[in-house]
């Protein structure tokens, strides 16, 4: 099979601006993105019962139903 190097030149080229805009869209779309803030448990019922499942687990590792 014959190819002529302008043709393969052409190709290569097309390939590379192609992966060119590939990651400057990319890099745009991150600059839109805003770092997400942590979200701080406010409620009291959230925090309880965080602090039951705590407990609970607790009470299992020191074997205390057994």
Known sequence: MNVEPKVIAAISSAIGYYMQAEQEAML???????PAMPVAM?????????????????????????
């Open 28 to 34: 745009a779309l991150q600059a839109q993105r805003r």
């Open 42 to 66: 406010s409620s009291p019922f959230s925090i309880a019962g965080r602090q039951a499942a705590m407990e609970v687990r607790w009470a299992w590792q020191m074997r205390i139903p057994r």
